[in-house]
């Protein structure tokens, strides 16, 4: 008690001593350097709620557009399965059957993959009967404990393009995964459309995500999902992938 007594006092008088410090005066004939700005906040870490709330529930979130980032939020979403870290990694990263997690998505294939990259197609149908078609090329990104990454648009018909996946584990029998989506199309629909669904098509994907996972836990087998026709159509893909930077 009185060790924390002493540190609080402590506390105070440094933080008084430090407020009432005068301010640097320059000698005649000397310029002080300005001060360096303050560093900005990052309005996805602010939105982004901590790995530790995470439950048996999806949790929806939005991170704001932020400079650069178009006039679209980003579609954010937590949950945490009842699976070991190695099982809910090898879901997360399973590109080909994303048609299987998003009700959206009406083809994914993996056109090309070298090392711990990969490019990923994807076809979307929209109510205008045209396609919204993309190239996403998926890296992982360090983070502090798990595993993560980012995909970002090579090629497609749209203006801009985002998924953030961060799977991180909870002892050894448990993980925790965050998806995030920023979706941008060129074609002239509403926003509002565009918010909605793609707010709904994390959050379906989470819930899938978490069905799925925790079924092949339960059945002991790895994960396994239903084989996907990946359609005829992969050559035609493939050249434009070879012509992306």
Not at 19 to 41: C, F, H, R, T, Y
Not at 110 to 123: M, N, S, T
Not at 192 to 200: A, E, G, I, K, P
Request: with cysteine; hydrophobic share 45%; net charge positive.
């Amino acid at each position: 008690m009185r060790i924390r007594a002493a540190l609080g006092v402590g506390a105070i008088a440094l933080s008084a001593s430090c407020a009432s410090a005068p301010e640097p005066i320059a000698a005649p004939g000397v310029v002080l350097p300005p001060a360096a700005p303050a560093a900005k906040a990052d309005p996805a870490e602010a939105a982004r709620p901590p790995l530790a709330s995470a439950t048996s529930r999806v949790a929806m979130y939005s991170i704001p557009a932020g400079d650069g980032d178009g006039s679209l939020p980003t579609a954010g979403g937590l949950v945490r399965v009842r699976a070991p870290l190695h099982v809910a990694v090898a879901a997360a990263t399973d590109f080909r059957h994303i048609v299987d997690l998003n009700p959206y998505v009406e083809k994914s294939v993996v056109v090309r993959k070298e090392g711990d990259e990969a490019d990923v197609y994807l076809r979307v149908p929209t109510v205008t009967n045209e396609h919204i078609w993309a190239i996403l090329r998926f890296r992982p990104v360090p983070v502090a404990e798990g595993v993560a990454f980012r995909g970002r648009l090579v090629r497609g018909n749209l203006d801009d393009l985002r998924v953030f996946v961060h799977v991180a584990p909870v002892g050894k029998e448990e993980s925790i995964c965050r998806f995030e989506l920023l979706a941008a199309p060129s074609m002239p629909l509403p926003r509002s459309w565009v918010v909605r669904d793609t707010r709904d098509g994390v959050h379906i994907m989470l819930e899938r995500f978490r069905t799925r996972v925790e079924g092949s836990v339960r059945s002991s087998r790895p994960w396994s999902p239903p084989p996907v026709d990946s359609g005829d159509d992969v050559d035609e893909i493939l050249p434009r992938v070879r012509r992306a930077p």
